[in-house]
């Protein structure tokens, strides 16, 4: 008879070898994630898809590609809003701004984009300052069905009077409701937004950098991190971003520790924004 702990540490092993799995079959590389969040989201996984145990699941996803997308759906988080913390977007549009807006054209990165209400809320800030047009944004995430949401711009009625009050306290210049049609339920956002929008696949374990970025956003991603994939991830940022380009991370997420921390200074500081230096 195995006691808890033995148990417990069985169950590790199992999950271990389940990531590598997926790493090695699809590649997808959870193998670094923070292993508490990571665990928690397994389980979830495993008992509303049917599986008795992690290593029933690993053979049911190396047999049947069909699984893939449903477990994604459980290990990348699709949580967000339009304007979440409406400080941090009223930071970007009264000091990030300001200096982009010296640029001739730009070149804007929505790293793990979920289904895109951050995409859209920085698209809509930049239509109202004048810049959208001369603006080229990548909306990435590594979930296919993210991205398609993303693309979609469809969201639910009852969560539009949220996105309104934050785009009223990110200093918005006119009303939310000019950029969406409510019909059956949901809002559909307009079709212009997208115009200069690329939405891909793109990893931040695995892939590399693809172009040079004047500002990258990429919130609520690295909390899910181990401290190896956070430095992996803001090493790519730190390489993708132009002189004195700009990172905004979440309220929960910092340079501090990292051993890129030397390449930025703090922009705004209390809104985790910050500036590639130069050299």
């Not at 785009?167 to 997208?194: E, I, N, P, W």
């Not at 950098?209 to 609520?220: G, Q």
């Not at 181990?226 to 090493?235: I, K, N, S």
Request: charged share 25%; proline share 2%.
């Amino acid at each position: 008879m195995t006691d808890g702990s033995t148990s417990e540490k069985s169950e590790d092993i199992e999950i271990r070898l389940l990531l590598e799995a997926l790493f090695l079959k699809y590649h997808y590389d959870f193998r670094n994630y923070a292993m508490a969040s990571i665990k928690r989201r397994l389980k979830q996984a495993r008992l509303q898809m049917g599986f008795a145990t992690f290593s029933a699941l690993q053979e049911g996803l190396l047999h049947d590609p069909s699984l893939l997308p449903r477990l994604l759906s459980f290990l990348t988080v699709q949580v967000s809003e339009m304007f979440r913390d409406p400080s941090y977007f009223k930071a970007i549009r009264e000091t990030v701004v300001p200096h982009l807006r010296t640029y001739p054209s730009l070149k804007i990165w929505v790293a793990g984009c979920s289904s895109g209400e951050e995409l859209y809320s920085l698209v809509i800030l930049f239509r109202e300052e004048g810049l959208e047009a001369r603006t080229l944004f990548y909306a990435t995430d590594i979930n296919q069905e993210a991205l398609g949401a993303a693309e979609a711009g469809v969201y639910a009625l009852d969560r539009v009077r949220l996105f309104t009050e934050n785009h009223r306290k990110s200093g918005g210049k006119s009303s939310l409701s000019d950029y969406y049609q409510a019909a059956y339920g949901r809002v559909l956002f307009d079709k212009t937004l997208r115009r200069n929008v690329v939405f891909s696949d793109h990893s931040l374990v695995t892939d590399a950098v693809f172009a040079e970025m004047h500002l990258i956003s990429c919130r609520n991603v690295l909390i899910y991190f181990d401290r190896v994939l956070q430095d992996r991830a803001l090493g790519l940022f730190k390489d993708s971003l132009a002189r004195k380009g700009f990172l905004g991370l979440g309220a929960k997420e910092s340079l501090r520790f990292s051993r890129h921390a030397g390449a930025f200074s703090d922009f705004v500081r209390e809104e985790r924004i910050y500036q590639r230096r130069v050299g």
